[in-house]
C-alpha cells in the first residue's frame, strides 16, 4: 500500500488505514494471488442500491438523490465546479431524502 508518499508493506494480518482525502493505493506487485478486505462504509448505500436493481450503468445509484448523497458522503467532488455549490446541491438532496423518507429506507444498507 502506498500512503502519504511512503510503501507499506503489508504481511498475512496486517492492517492500514487510507482516512477521507488522504491519497492512497492498494497494489499486488507479485505474481501470486493476494486476498484483503476493504471496508469502505460509505459505498454500503451505494452497493445496497446496486444489489437492489437500482444502479445505473456507472455503478452509482440511477436515484438522483442517493447519487448526489452517496457523491458527498464519500466526498466525490468534480474539480471542474465550484465546491460551494456541489455542497449545496449535497445538502438539498440529503433534505429531501430525509423528508421524503428514503433515508429511512436506505438504513437497511447500513446495518
Not at 437500482?54 to 465546491?83: E, I, S, W
Amino acid at each position: 500500500m502506498d500512503r502519504d508518499q511512503k510503501h507499506l508493506l503489508l504481511l498475512p494480518g496486517d492492517s492500514a488505514t487510507a482516512h477521507i482525502r488522504q491519497p492512497h493505493r492498494f497494489a499486488n506487485d507479485h505474481d501470486k494471488p493476494v486476498i484483503f478486505t476493504i471496508k469502505t462504509e460509505p459505498f454500503q448505500l451505494a452497493y445496497g442500491i446496486a444489489n437492489d436493481g437500482g444502479a445505473a450503468k456507472d455503478g452509482l445509484p440511477k436515484n438522483l438523490g442517493a447519487r448526489l448523497v452517496f457523491v458527498r458522503t464519500t466526498q466525490g467532488y468534480l474539480p471542474a465546479f465550484p465546491r460551494t455549490l456541489q455542497r449545496i446541491a449535497f445538502i438539498c438532496a440529503a433534505l429531501v431524502a430525509k423528508l421524503t423518507g428514503l433515508e429511512k429506507r436506505w438504513q437497511v444498507y447500513f446495518t
